[in-house]
T-cell receptor
């Protein structure tokens, strides 16, 4: 365990479904991140939250909707996804945006059918 | 952020030192060199970072050349569990962590 917990570990959803990914950290970190890792591709940064405020959105389609209710929890709400959205979704946290180390969770393996 | 160049893959014999190179010839003075690794289907794991001095921790050593244009991550005694993709990342503290393709290290028995 890294201190960053992601649930569920695996998720299969239809293109018309609505689901949410959850990330939780109890490391006392103030910045949280969503990354996407598609097959054979590098990790792509999706969203950045610092002290619960979204500070970066890397041109992510609106069918992905992040939510950060507090510094310990981060959600990624999914709706009307496409099969090409199938990927490993990784959450990370750091002390703040300028801090050296990011701690990653184990990810949620999402399959859209 | 400065671009990095790493070999696509490397092999290393178990018990031997694994030396993973990284070129970052356009690195700026305020950019750090970070190393992360990702074991298959898990999240990346922080290994080590440095600015210009060589660094060592319980996992690895980081050697940065004097001109800072390249660096080498050294795993002193590689084990099978060190098989992973290793990412060399150059980053200023004000920037986010951006990953490239990394080096697939395979430790052979």
């Amino acid at each position: 365990e890294t201190g960053v917990t992601q649930t569920p570990r695996h998720l299969v959803m239809g293109m018309t479904n609505k689901k949410s990914l959850k990330c939780e950290q109890h490391l006392g970190h103030n910045a949280m991140y969503w990354y996407k890792q598609s097959a054979k591709k590098p990790l792509e940064l999706m969203f950045v939250y610092n002290f619960k405020e979204q500070t970066e959105n890397n041109s992510v389609p609106s069918r992905f909707s992040p939510e950060c209710p507090n510094s310990s929890h981060l959600f990624l709400h999914l709706h009307t996804l496409q099969p090409e959205d199938s990927a490993l979704y990784l959450c990370a946290s750091s002390q703040d945006q300028g801090n050296y180390g990011y701690t990653f969770g184990s990810g949620t393996r999402l399959t859209v059918v | 952020d400065a671009k990095t160049t790493q070999p696509t893959s490397m092999d290393c014999a178990e018990g031997r030192a694994a030396n993973l190179p990284c070129n970052h010839s356009t690195i700026s003075g305020n950019e750090y060199v970070y190393w992360y690794r990702q074991i298959h289907s898990q999240g990346p794991q922080y290994i080590i970072h440095g600015l210009k001095n060589n660094e060592t921790n319980e996992m690895a050593s980081l050697i940065i050349t004097e001109d800072r244009k390249s660096s080498t991550l050294i795993l002193p005694h590689a084990t099978l569990r060190d098989t992973a993709v290793y990412y060399c990342i150059v980053r200023a503290l004000s920037r986010q962590l951006t990953f490239g393709s990394g080096t697939q290290l395979t430790v052979l028995p």
